[in-house]
């Protein structure tokens, strides 16, 4: 049980101290913030899963910006990465409807008539 509490104790003084240049190396590589909270939390996972006997907290600091750099290259690699886009750059490539392809709404009646129902109960009460 105390094994538990000095990990814990340990993760968060790793992640106090340090957590802020993770993640922003994390995003600096990576340009999207979700992308460098999921970057974050594996780093940290790896740290509490790691037994690395660290000799100083520069040591602990080197091997978690290292880490943090492994875990950029690897998700840029990774399929999903490949395969996501920007919305500014999907917008680009959807080209305009057609006319015949365009939808027409659902309410409109054969007639043409764009007029609600409610307008048209309050028109035939006012005559």
Known sequence: MSDELFEDAFL????????????RL???RLGSRADAEDV?????????????????GEHLKAWLL????HCCVDLRRSAWWKRTA?????ADAAAPLSEEKRCRP?????????MSRATARTRSRKS
């Open 12 to 23: 968060e003084g790793a992640m106090e101290r340090y957590g802020d240049a993770v993640y």
């Open 26 to 28: 994390a995003l600096c």
């Open 40 to 56: 974050y939390q594996d780093v940290f996972l790896r740290l509490l899963r790691d037994t690395t006997a660290f000799r100083d």
């Open 66 to 69: 290292r880490v943090t750099l």
């Open 86 to 90: 920007p919305l500014e750059a999907a």
């Open 106 to 114: 659902i309410c409109v009646p054969p007639c043409g008539c764009t």
